[in-house]
């Protein structure tokens, strides 16, 4: 896959994420505490797309919000993937690229692959 298509599958992925869904109101509380986690240093951007922890923690809440959040983009994922003919896992590769690259903020954490976590 080229480059520029590697993004542009990253770029759609990422646009189906800020759609509205039938259950928005739930994902958008589960956006929210991931959000304040992440502006935490609790949780950051992994190298396969998913969310993972930076610092352990036993909060039934955001471990609740990082699952349903992972299990959305891991469906997002294949859908991307049928629609560009990719494998799930390039295009969520795909997704993080983006997400470092355009949206991650200062101060937030993210896991290239092979890496470790590295402070933006």
Do not use: C
């Amino acid at each position: 896959m080229q480059g520029r298509d590697f993004f542009n599958v990253g770029a759609a992925v990422l646009l189906a994420l800020s759609a509205a869904t039938p259950v928005a109101a739930q994902a958008a509380n589960a956006k929210a505490v991931v959000d304040a986690a992440k502006a935490s240093g609790i949780v950051g951007e992994q190298a396969d797309g998913f969310l993972g922890y930076v610092k352990p923690t036993t909060d039934p809440a955001l471990r609740a919000a990082v699952e349903e959040i992972n299990a959305g983009r891991a469906e997002l994922y294949r859908q991307a993937a049928a629609k560009n003919g990719v494998s799930p896992a390039a295009a969520g590769a795909s997704a993080f690229t983006t997400v470092v690259q355009s949206r991650l903020k200062p101060g937030e954490y993210f896991k290239p692959a092979g890496g470790d976590w590295t402070r933006k």
